[in-house]
């Protein structure tokens, strides 16, 4: 029964209060004025918690290496194709050599592969005439036929390491070429 009593006046008390406040609506609102002048305005802004930009892109490079230059600072404005940063390039300049040594190398055993065609050619051409004349036995021919073939494989091949020596030329160019990294858009 006390508590119910204690409850009671309680909530007289909070309710007295609250019309005390509600009622007293007699106080006059008031305005600072001041004459208008010219001068600098000032305006600071204050934020909490993290910026993030509105446009955010993510530039990287298929390349690993060291960074030889960086053409850029944060926050520059760049456009779509402006060199950003360029990778040291003295490791893929020395493979773009090397490529191009292995293609002349390739490109001679070809030379070398079609003189030894001709040679065999020319070689069973000459022993098949005699073996018409009986000069030159059958043996011998089929091992100037089998020389033959294995000249004309081995020309295939060579042919075929010259296009390989090319795709890799062609790649060490590539990769040469993507040590510059540039800006994919504005």
């Given at each position: 029964?006390?508590?119910?009593?204690?409850?009671?006046?309680?909530?007289?008390?909070?309710?007295?209060?609250?019309?005390?406040?509600?009622?007293?609506?007699?106080?006059?609102?008031?305005?600072q004025t001041q004459e208008a002048r010219r001068g600098s305005l000032?305006?600071?802004?204050?934020?909490?918690?993290?910026?993030?930009?509105t446009n955010q892109v993510d530039v990287g490079s298929e390349l690993?290496?060291?960074?030889?230059?960086?053409?850029?600072?944060?926050?520059?404005?760049?456009?779509?194709?402006?060199?950003?940063?360029?990778?040291?390039?003295?490791?893929?300049?020395?493979?773009?050599?090397?490529?191009?040594?292995?293609?002349?190398?390739?490109?001679?055993?070809?030379?070398?592969?079609?003189?030894?065609?001709?040679?065999?050619?020319?070689?069973?051409?000459?022993?098949?005439?005699?073996?018409?004349?009986?000069?030159?036995?059958?043996?011998?021919?089929?091992?100037?036929?089998?020389?033959?073939?294995?000249?004309?494989?081995?020309?295939?091949?060579?042919?075929?390491?010259?296009?390989?020596?090319?795709?890799?030329?062609?790649?060490?160019?590539?990769?040469?070429?993507?040590?510059?990294?540039?800006?994919?858009?504005?």
């Open positions: 029964m006390k508590w119910l009593l204690a409850l009671v006046i309680a909530l007289s008390l909070l309710g007295v209060v609250v019309l005390w406040q509600v009622g007293d609506t007699t106080k006059e609102v008031q305005y000032v305006i600071t802004v204050a934020a909490t918690g993290n910026l993030e930009p690993s290496g060291i960074i030889d230059s960086v053409m850029v600072d944060y926050n520059d404005q760049v456009k779509a194709g402006q060199v950003l940063a360029k990778l040291d390039t003295d490791k893929l300049r020395a493979q773009v050599l090397q490529s191009e040594a292995a293609l002349a190398a390739a490109e001679a055993r070809v030379k070398e592969s079609q003189a030894t065609v001709l040679e065999t050619r020319l070689k069973l051409q000459r022993c098949e005439r005699l073996a018409e004349k009986q000069l030159c036995a059958q043996e011998e021919v089929d091992t100037d036929r089998a020389a033959y073939k294995r000249a004309l494989a081995e020309e295939g091949s060579a042919r075929a390491q010259v296009a390989e020596a090319h795709a890799k030329l062609d790649a060490d160019r590539t990769n040469l070429a993507k040590a510059e990294i540039h800006s994919p858009i504005d």
